[in-house]
């Protein structure tokens, strides 16, 4: 292809000819916004986003639509680009409805992620749940105890009974890491940057934690001889035990954290020391001044400050209040002090509150614990006076009426003229309010109300170097409001020391504000947490915590509760991206919109229509790439909607499962449900793995939370990013409550170690008593190479060559007639060549290489399908045929190509062994008009594959093909050949290292009496066949190694449990000879991988491996084909070697036979097909999944 160059924002580079501007753009990392664009599909150009401005043409032109051409020169970022995207992004997102984030996260100060970790918890993700609550509060245990939970306020669950207890399961997971193995942040590398936090109470402990955590020096100065702050001295024991604050702060030492008592700022310290001595500094000092009741008298002896009540009460452990005490205000502090001043031993308590019961801010639930512990509330009255000489005997108060609201939207209280009432007291104490002091800090600008002045966005003070947050910036605010800025602080100024100070910027949300009861009103009512306090009697009398945590039990029942509102896509949500990027606020895009009634089940998909942007790639790659048309566009304009015809359910269409709509998807309209029983949109860690189903070995991302394995994703870098029903939705297992985790002999629980040694003892014996051969080791392929050659060797020490699965059928597939039982080529050689003969039902049985003869066949590409009863290819196929259930169609294939003169019998004389006998084998075969089209169009074709898939095809029949390739002379060349679908995702590689017995001809040994003891992995087939129960009994000994209790397992003597293949590390050998890496998504839910555990085994045969790369050594000595294995950990695919070179071509230098000769088969008739049987246990427990929920 031509070579052109083009110029992309006055940047010149070079491409071919054919390429869109947006291909070019994004392989050369410029960045052009698109939300439905996909390069394996036809150009649809429905979003309006991808417009560039080209010279010369005076309209903007769509860079996914518009060929490069040389001398191009684009512009892909002008004003006018960018206007027209935000037109079309405020069309997009005017009937885009649905909540990025959950009201209760956009509530918090913080925006702690609450739908987050209480999901997490729900699913008993308790450390994970902490995790995430420590992304925004280093102290989540202090804080679940005494926020007043904004969160809930505004949690939609109300509108169905009562809110989630989001607090509490905060503390929860806060006591749960306390009580166990504490959880310690990453810790960045260090920048050797020194930070001084002023402060240890909320808003600079979090800017402290956070800016250690980026790898900064911190060391925090603080005035009281403890840190907390208000944590500390203002809220009292009861309620937040002061054990519980001291272990979240030492967990903050431990990170690192230097924290220097008795040291106030202004008077053992000043500003200017910490300007001097470092690289930044943040003053979180809090608002220690209780305001003023603003009445006459308040200078008497016994009139307190709440605050300071609360402090002295903190510090000594005791207060003089006598024993009549009146507290002014409503707050949750006023409660606070009031309950104190109980504890204390006061006999009567008196809150004053001038509005009523309906507008005192204080919570409901302090207010109703006050009650019950004796406090008296008094109503509509304000303190003219308090009374007394030198010592307080009583307040005078007005008495009031509300009036109209004023400014904070509450009624305001009026006097009633003449009306008075006078309290009798011994002690006053004002909980109106706090005030910023900031005593002898010189230098700082600040408000009229004495708080300090920072810049919006930036926390900076009018001192360079000096930043300011919490309640000495914005006066006394909750304590989440301090820690949010202590966060927010931090993440500015480690900005600044890195040389860049970055202002914060906040995010545009798409949010539902118009959502009542009856969009709830099909949620099953669940009655809220009951909340364990204890009773007044034993409570007002101590200190002692009144609230218990919650059992784990009590904690995922309340999490459950949550209704998920958050938008599950929102990590990966490309219109949230785009909105935000291009400053979009949805609140300004006014529109109407769609609110739909969506009632469609499907066991692995969820569909939202509401949150649609009719990008219709769903719709596209359904029918382009899948070939299967569940989806299209219903109705038109403003209700166009993507959805299956005839308003069926998804299930109840051609819909194959496969997910490739919901990878499709840019936004939250289609999304798949996740492998957890809550679901719940976190940010997952991604591993690059292997498929573990079928042998096409599709590449996909393994995206885990802890030890969770969530969903897979294909991965888009390799291929075409296809996966099928089992790659995308066959995680299940890993997280499966019914897995065994321990191992079991005659049915008791023992250890691992007995378990083998249980094992060993008895094979040995069964070996020195009936000899060679007397044991069989039978394997699901789904395990790793590595995995497998241990095996091996374990069956090698116990003398048996009875190695391999029920998956085989039996024979040796191509390895006589070629010298390998093997794929001659890899699969991009479909794409190339010019005829693909099909055989067998590929797209059932292997979707994903179904789907990669569709986009051969869109190539121009002709496919011949040769199927028992038809398949997926036969619309697309030039000639569909279903032959008998014989070798009849084969051998006349072979006939045909032969008396049409497609074979050259003078080069086959030369290059083979029994050719004349296979000539004459076949010259008795039948021949109808499909045969001869099949030989003609294959004959003809100069280059020409065949696709042979083992689930259904009988091994003389794959040998039939095989012939059929050479003497076409279709075989050793590029684009010619024939690629063996393999049934496992490994079958190749147990091949490879020796795993090649039928187990149904160990099962026949059985019979016979040779084969006395028997392992089975990962395998059932007691479950496939039932006559095999029967059979097993025979067994002087059976033990299985499996992931479930498996109805073979409950014949075993002794069952040991395995890893999925998803926790282990190695290799798989895919059906075209391609070794692929293969990664732990998670770690081992068993303790340790199934490598660990077979080295183990072999360790007590005294076969000694240290590692997984001691083991790839030795099969890199051991099989040729893998002499490269060791290098796969840094290339993570390669081809099998020959003679040293990894490649896709095999035969390119002559067979692999002795003789370096095709030794032809013929003389054995036999069937085509056979019937497909499931073996393996995890495929097992997928397909009658699949079954019950009656998908495809």
């Known amino acids: 292809?031509?070579?052109?160059?083009?110029?992309?924002?006055?940047?010149?580079?070079?491409?071919?000819?054919?390429?869109?501007?947006?291909?070019?753009?994004?392989?050369?990392?410029?960045?052009?916004?698109?939300?439905?664009?996909?390069?394996?599909?036809?150009?649809?150009?429905?979003?309006?986003?991808?417009?560039?401005?080209?010279?010369?043409?005076?309209?903007?032109?769509?860079?996914?639509?518009?060929?490069?051409?040389?001398?191009?020169?684009?512009?892909t970022h002008t004003d006018r680009i960018v206007d027209t995207r935000k037109a079309a992004l405020r069309l997009l997102v005017s009937d885009h409805r649905g909540d990025c984030r959950p009201p209760c996260v956009l509530a918090c100060p913080a925006h702690t992620d609450c739908q987050?970790?209480?999901?997490?918890?729900?699913?008993?993700?308790?450390?994970?749940?902490?995790?995430?609550?420590?992304?925004?509060?280093?102290?989540?245990?202090?804080?679940?105890?005494?926020?007043?939970?904004?969160?809930?306020?505004?949690?939609?669950?109300?509108?169905?009974?009562?809110?989630?207890?989001?607090?509490?399961?905060?503390a929860f997971a806060g006591d749960m890491d306390l009580a166990g193995e504490k959880y310690i942040p990453e810790i960045k590398e260090n920048t050797g940057k020194k930070v001084a936090v002023v402060g240890a109470g909320p808003a600079g402990l979090s800017n402290a934690f956070f800016l250690r955590r980026e790898g900064?020096?911190?060391?925090?100065?603080?005035?009281?001889?403890?840190?907390?702050?208000?944590?500390?001295?203002?809220?009292?024991?009861?309620?937040?035990?002061?054990?519980?604050?001291?272990?979240?702060?030492?967990?903050?030492?431990?990170?690192?954290?230097?924290?220097?008592?008795?040291?106030?700022?202004?008077?053992?310290?000043?500003?200017?020391?910490?300007?001097?001595?470092?690289d930044a500094v943040f003053i979180g000092i809090g608002a220690w001044k209780s305001s003023s009741i603003r009445c006459k008298g308040e200078d008497k002896k016994g009139v307190l400050g709440g605050i300071d009540f609360l402090r002295e009460v903190s510090t000594n452990g005791k207060a003089e209040i006598g024993k009549r005490v009146a507290v002014v205000g409503g707050g949750n502090t006023a409660m606070d002090v009031a309950r104190t001043a109980v504890r204390l031993g006061a006999d009567k308590v008196s809150v004053l509150y001038r509005r009523t019961r309906e507008e005192i801010p204080a919570e409901d639930v302090e207010i109703e614990e006050a009650e019950e512990e004796g406090v008296e509330f008094n109503y509509l009255v304000a303190p003219i006076e308090i009374t007394g000489d030198d010592k307080v005997t009583g307040i005078r108060c007005q008495k009031m009426k509300l009036g109209e609201p004023d400014a904070s939207g509450r009624r305001k209280p009026v006097?009633?003229?003449?009306?008075?009432?006078?309290?009798?007291?011994?002690?006053?104490?004002?909980?109106?309010g706090q005030q910023v002091t900031l005593g002898n800090i010189k230098g700082l600008n600040v408000t009229k109300k004495n708080t300090i002045q920072v810049k919006e966005g930036t926390y900076e003070t009018n001192i360079p170097k000096v930043f300011a947050g919490g309640d000495v910036v914005s006066g006394p605010k909750i304590a989440i409001e301090a820690i949010a800025q202590g966060k927010e602080a931090s993440i500015v100024m480690d900005s600044?020391?890195?040389?860049?100070?970055?202002?914060?910027?906040?995010?545009?949300?798409?949010?539902q504000d118009d959502l009542t009861e009856k969009d709830f009103a099909d949620r099953e009512r669940i009655d809220r947490a009951i909340s364990n306090v204890l009773s007044p009697e034993k409570r007002k009398n101590n200190f002692h915590s009144i609230n218990e945590t919650m059992t784990a039990e009590e904690a995922m029942k309340e999490g459950s509760r949550c209704l998920e509102c958050g938008c599950k896509d929102y990590f990966e949500c490309q219109l949230f991206k785009y909105i935000n990027e291009y400053d979009i606020d949805p609140?300004?895009?006014?529109?109407?919109?769609?609110?739909?009634?969506?009632?469609?089940?499907?066991?692995?998909?969820?569909?939202?229509?509401?949150?649609?942007?009719?990008?219709?790639?769903?719709?596209?790659?359904?029918?382009?790439?899948?070939?299967?048309?569940?989806?299209?566009?219903?109705?038109?304009?403003f209700n166009s909607i993507a959805s299956p015809e005839f308003g069926l359910h998804l299930r109840d269409t051609e819909c194959i499962s496969c997910g490739q709509c919901v990878d499709a998807c840019p936004v939250g309209a289609i999304i798949e449900k996740s492998a957890v029983k809550k679901q719940v949109p976190v940010d997952l860690k991604t591993t690059p793995s292997v498929c573990t189903f079928c042998g096409v070995g599709c590449n996909l991302n393994l995206e885990s939370k802890g030890e969770y394995i969530y969903r897979t994703t294909p991965r888009e870098d390799l291929e075409e990013g296809l996966l099928c029903m089992k790659g995308k939705f066959g995680v299940d297992h890993v997280n499966n409550k019914n897995r065994i985790l321990e191992p079991t002999v005659y049915g008791e629980k023992v250890s691992k170690n007995l378990a083998l040694n249980h094992v060993v003892k008895k094979l040995q014996s069964i070996r020195g008593m009936y000899g060679k051969d007397s044991i069989g080791v039978l394997v699901s392929p789904r395990f790793t190479t590595e995995e497998l050659f241990v095996l091996k060797k374990i069956a090698d020490k116990l003398g048996t060559s009875l190695t391999g699965s029920f998956v085989l059928e039996g024979g040796d597939g191509l390895k006589n007639l070629f010298g390998y039982n093997a794929s001659a080529n890899g699969y991009d050689e479909i794409y190339s060549t010019d005829l693909i003969l099909s055989l067998g039902n590929i797209y059932e049985n292997h979707p994903v290489m179904g789907m990669k003869m569709r986009r051969a066949y869109k190539k121009g590409?002709?496919?011949?399908?040769?199927?028992?009863?038809?398949?997926?290819l036969d619309d697309i196929a030039d000639i569909s045929y279903s032959p008998e259930d014989n070798l009849n169609f084969l051998k006349g294939l072979i006939k045909v190509l032969i008396e049409q003169g497609y074979v050259n019998e003078k080069e086959i004389g030369e290059k083979s062994v029994g050719y004349e006998e296979l000539k004459k084998w076949v010259k008795d075969a039948s021949v109808d008009k499909n045969i001869e089209a099949i030989a003609k169009m294959y004959g003809e074709a100069k280059k020409a594959i065949i696709v042979v898939e083992e689930d259904t095809l009988t091994d003389e029949a794959v040998k039939l093909l095989g012939e059929t390739a050479y003497l076409t002379g279709k075989i050793g060349k590029a684009h010619r050949g024939i690629i063996i679908m393999r049934v496992k995702n490994n079958s190749q590689g147990a091949w490879d290292v020796g795993f090649r017995t039928s187990g149904k001809e160990v099962a026949e040994l059985i019979e016979k009496g040779q084969v006395k003891g028997l392992i089975v992995l990962g395998e059932d087939p007691v479950k496939a066949d039932k006559k095999l129960k029967e059979t097993f009994k025979k067994l002087e000994f059976l033990g299985v190694f499996d992931i479930f209790n498996t109805e073979t397992a409950k014949e075993a003597e002794v069952v040991i449990p395995i890893g999925s293949s998803y926790e282990s590390s190695g290799s798989f050998t895919r059906s075209d000879r391609r070794i692929q890496k293969v990664n732990p998504g998670i770690k081992?839910?068993?303790?340790?991988?199934?490598?660990?555990?077979?080295?183990?085994?072999?360790?007590?045969?005294?076969?000694?491996?240290?590692?997984?790369?001691?083991?790839?050594?030795?099969?890199?000595?051991?099989?040729?084909?893998?002499?490269?294995?060791?290098?796969?950990?840094?290339?993570?695919?390669?081809?099998?070697?020959?003679?040293?070179?990894?490649?896709?071509?095999?035969y390119d230098n002559g067979f692999a036979t002795e003789d370096k000769k095709a030794h032809l088969f013929s003389g054995k008739d036999g069937k085509m097909y056979r019937e497909k049987k499931v073996y393996d246990t995890i495929d097992i427990n997928l397909e009658e999944y699949a079954k019950r929920e009656g998908i495809r």
């Open 587 to 637: 609140d300004k895009a006014h529109g109407e919109k769609h609110k739909r009634n969506n009632e469609d089940y499907h066991p692995f998909i969820e569909r939202n229509p509401d949150k649609c942007i009719l990008c219709s790639k769903c719709i596209r790659v359904c029918d382009d790439v899948v070939g299967v048309t569940a989806l299209g566009l219903i109705d038109r304009g």
């Open 1084 to 1146: 081992p839910r068993i303790g340790e991988s199934n490598l660990e555990l077979f080295m183990d085994w072999a360790d007590k045969l005294n076969i000694e491996y240290r590692d997984l790369e001691d083991i790839r050594e030795d099969i890199s000595h051991t099989i040729p084909e893998y002499s490269q294995l060791l290098s796969l950990e840094d290339q993570n695919r390669i081809y099998w070697s020959d003679k040293s070179v990894s490649k896709g071509l095999l």
């Open 1 to 75: 292809m031509s070579v052109i160059r083009v110029n992309i924002n006055g940047r010149e580079v070079e491409t071919t000819v054919g390429k869109s501007i947006l291909d070019v753009a994004e392989e050369n990392g410029i960045d052009i916004p698109h939300l439905c664009y996909d390069n394996r599909m036809e150009i649809y150009g429905g979003c309006g986003l991808c417009v560039v401005e080209i010279e010369g043409i005076p309209k903007l032109q769509r860079a996914c639509a518009t060929p490069v051409r040389d001398g191009m020169v684009v512009k």
């Open 415 to 432: 006097p009633i003229e003449g009306e008075e009432i006078v309290f009798d007291v011994d002690t006053v104490i004002g909980a109106i």
């Open 496 to 511: 600044f020391l890195r040389g860049e100070i970055k202002p914060l910027e906040e995010s545009y949300y798409v949010k």
């Open 216 to 278: 900064h020096d911190v060391t925090i100065y603080e005035a009281m001889p403890h840190g907390g702050g208000m944590l500390r001295y203002g809220i009292p024991e009861y309620r937040l035990p002061k054990e519980v604050l001291d272990k979240e702060i030492s967990l903050i030492e431990k990170m690192g954290v230097k924290i220097v008592y008795n040291t106030k700022l202004g008077e053992d310290i000043s500003l200017e020391y910490l300007k001097n001595n470092y």
């Open 116 to 170: 987050g970790y209480v999901g997490l918890i729900a699913n008993g993700q308790f450390d994970e749940a902490l995790k995430l609550i420590k992304d925004k509060i280093p102290v989540p245990a202090s804080i679940g105890r005494i926020c007043p939970h904004p969160c809930e306020d505004a949690c939609r669950r109300q509108l169905v009974e009562e809110p989630i207890s989001i607090a509490r399961l905060k």
């Open 861 to 872: 590409k002709k496919i011949i399908s040769v199927s028992k009863e038809g398949t997926r």
